[in-house]
């Protein structure tokens, strides 16, 4: 059995308990502890599933946080387990939700990592496609650029396997400077026209003409 076999597999298993949790509440056999329970559940599913099939579902923001929820409820029941008079029943179910949990956790908090090209527009990627095109060819690439009352500079560079980008950027007589490194293309595009007043075509338009750098 292959990986994606085997992720598409635990999806539907995941998918199951939800399902079967729904059932069990529609039919009265539920708490409202249990409702809480198959709505995080349910909101995982959407996060497991969209990491099994590399697409981008609700906001990036959403899937980490939801991630350390998830992983402070299986330290609960794990304290659980050695400090509460269970039964031999309940630790055994108590052990194996904590497992399984931890499976999740592992995979949303990899979903919620937004240097991915899963989470990237259209846009983004063809920006970032050309900013590797131009990387291809300078060893650095350096834009300055004002509009109206902003200013920015923003130095681009790859260090290894991943992308360095170093912005100046300014607002009347308040300076900011900050640095941050990416895996993707795409994010890099999208971190530099979010963060300041200058676009990708604009790297474009200054290097379209510039001869290969030879260094």
């Given at each position: 059995?292959?990986?994606?076999?085997?992720?598409?597999?635990?999806?539907?298993?995941?998918?199951?308990?939800?399902?079967?949790g729904?059932?069990?509440?529609l039919?009265?056999?539920?708490?409202?502890?249990?409702?809480v329970?198959v709505?995080?559940?349910?909101?995982?599913?959407?996060?497991?599933?969209g990491?099994?099939?590399?697409?981008?579902?609700?906001n990036?923001?959403?899937?980490?946080?939801?991630?350390y929820?998830?992983?402070t409820?299986?330290?609960?029941?794990?304290?659980?387990?050695?400090?509460?008079?269970?039964?031999?029943?309940?630790?055994?179910?108590m052990?194996?939700?904590?497992?399984?949990?931890?499976?999740?956790?592992?995979?949303?908090?990899?979903?919620?990592?937004?240097?991915?090209?899963?989470?990237?527009?259209?846009?983004?990627?063809?920006?970032?496609?050309?900013?590797?095109?131009?990387?291809?060819?300078?060893?650095?690439?350096?834009?300055?650029k004002?509009d109206?009352?902003?200013?920015?500079?923003?130095?681009?560079?790859?260090?290894?396997?991943?992308?360095?980008?170093?912005?100046?950027?300014?607002?009347?007589?308040t300076?900011?400077?900050?640095?941050?490194?990416?895996?993707?293309?795409?994010?890099?595009?999208?971190?530099?026209?979010?963060?300041?007043?200058?676009?990708v075509?604009?790297?474009?338009?200054?290097?379209?003409?510039?001869?290969a750098?030879?260094?």
């Amino acid at each position: 059995m292959n990986m994606n076999r085997a992720y598409f597999l635990l999806g539907a298993f995941y998918s199951l308990l939800v399902l079967l949790g729904i059932v069990a509440l529609l039919i009265g056999a539920g708490s409202p502890m249990a409702l809480v329970q198959v709505a995080v559940g349910a909101l995982a599913v959407i996060g497991l599933w969209g990491y099994i099939l590399d697409k981008g579902f609700l906001n990036p923001r959403l899937w980490r946080p939801l991630a350390y929820l998830l992983g402070t409820g299986a330290v609960l029941q794990l304290v659980a387990t050695l400090t509460a008079s269970l039964s031999l029943v309940d630790i055994t179910w108590m052990l194996i939700s904590a497992m399984f949990s931890a499976l999740m956790i592992f995979i949303l908090h990899q979903y919620g990592d937004r240097d991915q090209d899963l989470w990237a527009t259209p846009e983004e990627i063809e920006g970032g496609r050309l900013l590797g095109e131009l990387l291809s060819q300078q060893p650095e690439l350096v834009m300055e650029k004002q509009d109206q009352d902003r200013q920015a500079t923003v130095n681009v560079s790859k260090v290894g396997e991943r992308y360095r980008a170093s912005v100046v950027r300014a607002r009347g007589e308040t300076e900011e400077r900050f640095e941050e490194h990416f895996s993707c293309l795409s994010t890099l595009a999208f971190f530099i026209e979010k963060y300041t007043c200058i676009t990708v075509g604009d790297f474009g338009r200054k290097y379209a003409d510039s001869p290969a750098s030879t260094a």
